[in-house]
């Protein structure tokens, strides 16, 4: 009997063409698998289980990915992963991954993503898209990172602070959002930075790292929605279009120095 044929929810950039068949995922080949490809491989070489494994191409050209098994929140997320231990143990697995990836030199001929890429660039290999719809957890342990399609080089900083935007606001912050909403919205992205070990001497580059991963998201977004791609536009417009996402880019640039010092306030002593 033929496997059953499994859409994956998650992010809204392949929605509908990620699959899962048994044991393993399948997604589009694209301009950035070659890439993708010696980068797992190297992940995998270096004893790092913390994503997906690569089973090569199947019949339909699609790259095939073994299946992780654990719990993946997707919208309206649940409890569990607007916890803190989510956001420390997620902090954890990206400090892990920046780790095993130090030594990783890229196949030749290989092109990355320049969607989320960092503009300062750097000589890491970044995820960039360390969002909750691609983070694996296991007995509420985050044990695995998916989806490197929009890997890039980039600065450390670049990929702790694309993650710290998507994960430290409990809700995304609206404009002139309350002063309880930005107070733990500071303790998280402190939070996130402790976990993942950062130095104090690359703190103050987080915070300002923060500010223009959203300025950057914010383009990723606007393009899909010039594109007319149905989800974005969704979003886009249910959250008030370009007023609103210019505001959050305000709304975090007011934030640097409550951030630096919730960063300074979380050190030990």
Same mark, same amino acid.
């Given at each position: ?14 929605? #509908? ?38 089973? #090569? ?11 992780? +098994? #654990? ?20 902090? !954890? ?16 001929? =290989?092109?990355?993503?320049?969607? !989320? ?17 691609? @983070? ?34 409990? @809700? ?7 002063? +309880? ?5 500071? !303790? ?16 103050? +580059?987080?915070? +300002? ?15 899909? =929605? ?44």
């Amino acid at each position: 009997m033929d496997e059953v044929t499994q859409p994956l929810a998650g992010g809204m950039g392949n929605q #509908g063409q990620v699959v899962r068949i048994g044991d393993t995922v399948r997604r589009p080949a694209g301009e950035h698998s070659a890439a993708v490809t010696g980068l797992l491989e190297h992940l995998a070489a270096v004893g790092f289980d913390g994503a997906p494994s690569v089973l #090569g191409r199947d019949e339909e050209g699609r790259d095939v990915y073994g299946w992780i +098994e #654990g719990d993946v929140a997707v919208p309206p997320y649940p409890a569990w992963a607007l916890a803190d231990e989510a956001l420390a143990g997620t902090g !954890r697995l990206i400090r892990r991954l920046h780790d095993a990836l130090a030594g990783f030199e890229a196949p030749p001929g =290989v092109s990355w993503s320049g969607e !989320r890429a960092d503009p300062r660039g750097g000589q890491l290999i970044c995820h960039t898209d360390v969002c909750r719809e691609n @983070v694996v957890f296991r007995g509420g342990r985050a044990i695995a990172i998916l989806d490197f399609d929009f890997a890039a080089p980039g600065r450390p900083v670049w990929d702790l602070a694309m993650a710290a935007r998507m994960w430290a606001p409990l @809700v995304t912050p609206p404009p002139g959002g309350d002063a +309880e909403a930005a107070s733990a919205c500071a !303790r998280r992205v402190a939070l996130l930075a402790s976990a993942y070990g950062l130095p104090a001497t690359d703190r103050e +580059e987080f915070v +300002e790292a923060i500010v223009e991963a959203q300025k950057v998201g914010t383009a990723f977004v606007r393009r899909r =929605v010039d594109a007319g791609e149905p989800a974005f536009v969704a979003m886009w417009e249910g959250r008030g279009g370009a007023p609103w996402f210019e505001g959050v880019v305000e709304w975090m640039r007011a934030q640097r120095q409550p951030w630096l010092d919730a960063l300074d306030s979380s050190s030990p002593r």
